[in-house]
């Protein structure tokens, strides 16, 4: 139980150009979701914290025009990179905890990969 | 806001070994978790652990909350336990995690 899918696992793509990530509770539901960002060799740092049905609430220093939320579901929320740059290129993480769990035990996706040109 | 540090950064195993890696944190917290996350990325829950002590196979964590600490024991090392090892902590009122810097491991035969 608790798995979390995302999708695409990796993507390639020109320089002003959106993405789109999916994040998927798979067994379980989420009324919240995390987007995380990862550089290389570094931690993982929150972007958003995604909730079904109400707007997302962002990080400090996270631009919410450049990186759109929507949680429509209690299954699934997505990240779009809107106007992707290469400085934009990193590891997205999303994680979701299952609402019948009283620890608010996070579990992770597999991850994607974004390369921008 | 609070501040997770691990150690060591970076460690080096061989096969069969036993290691001790550490989770420092600046202020109490609600809630603890240690992850792996595999050389592809995939973050892999291996405890919550917001006090006390588990098990898990070879596997065991330790959180003594009043110190402010947090230890990840590994017994019997395996190739397959290379990656980084992180810890994450809640604190206040909300669910949101913040990560430790996080613990770099390579197990060699």
């Known amino acids: 139980g608790a798995v979390v899918s995302q999708h695409p696992s990796r993507v390639i793509c020109k320089s002003g150009t959106s993405v789109k990530i999916e994040c998927r509770s798979l067994?379980?539901?989420?009324?919240?979701m995390f987007w995380y960002r990862q550089f290389p060799k570094q931690s993982l740092m929150l972007m958003a914290t995604s909730n079904e049905g109400s707007k997302a609430t962002y990080e400090q220093g996270v631009e919410k025009d450049k990186f759109l939320i929507n949680h429509a579901s209690l299954t699934l929320s997505t990240l779009t990179v809107t106007s992707a740059h290469p400085e934009d290129s990193s590891f997205y993480i999303c994680?979701?905890?299952?609402?019948?769990?009283?620890?608010?035990?996070?579990?992770f996706g597999p991850g994607t990969r974004l390369t921008v040109l | 806001g609070i501040q997770v540090e691990q150690s060591p950064p970076d460690l080096i195993l061989q096969e069969g070994a036993n290691s001790t890696l550490r989770c420092n944190f600046s202020?109490?917290?609600?809630?603890l978790q240690w992850f792996h996350q595999n050389p592809w990325g995939q973050l892999i829950n291996l405890f919550y652990i917001p006090s006390g002590t588990k098990q898990n196979g070879r596997l065991s964590a330790t959180t003594v909350a009043t110190e402010r600490y947090s230890l990840l024991y590994i017994s019997s090392s395996q190739t397959t336990d290379s990656g980084v090892y992180f810890c994450?902590?809640?604190?206040?009122?909300?669910?949101?995690?913040?990560f430790g810097t996080g613990t770099q491991l390579k197990v060699e035969l």
């Open positions: 202020d109490s917290v609600n809630n």
């Open positions: 994450a902590v809640v604190t206040g009122g909300g669910n949101k995690l913040t």
């Open positions: 067994d379980f539901q989420a009324t919240t």
């Open positions: 994680s979701a905890s299952n609402q019948d769990d009283n620890t608010d035990t996070q579990y």
